[in-house]
């Protein structure tokens, strides 16, 4: 399986313009969103490096909505995982879990886990 850096590409604005945040991927039945930036969560805290310069980065993890799962099914802050201690329901969305200053090694253990947990695949959106 590839790093969590390959499936991070930028997202573009309607202008075209990098607006400082990567795609979401899928890893598994879940959603994660793993940013880094002068406005993220993240080391260093700067915007425009390259992907290897960061160290840590602010990561989100949402279970990706099917026919078959209801909403009150969705969290991912109750998966059996070493890593979820990081994790923190978001203050918007309870079923986002949301963590900030994630190291590498630790955001590749969450995209194993979460393949290993379901699909086995990586796609980005």
Not at 5 to 18: C, K, S, V
Not at 20 to 34: D, E, K, L, P, Q
Not at 119 to 125: G, L, N, P
Request: charged content about 20%; proline content about 5%.
């Amino acid at each position: 399986m590839a790093g969590f850096r390959d499936h991070m590409t930028p997202r573009i604005d309607t202008l075209g313009f990098n607006n400082f945040r990567f795609n979401n991927f899928r890893a598994g039945n879940h959603t994660v969103s793993v940013q880094a930036s002068e406005y993220h969560y993240c080391e260093p805290r700067v915007t425009g490096l390259s992907l290897e310069s960061y160290t840590k980065f602010e990561v989100a993890i949402w279970r990706t909505p099917t026919r078959n799962v209801g909403i009150s099914e969705m969290c991912p802050h109750d998966l059996p995982f070493e890593w979820v201690s990081k994790f923190e329901p978001h203050y918007e969305h309870s079923c986002v879990s949301v963590a900030g200053f994630v190291d590498s090694d630790t955001v590749q253990q969450i995209v194993y886990d979460l393949c290993d947990a379901g699909v086995t695949e990586i796609a980005t959106r």
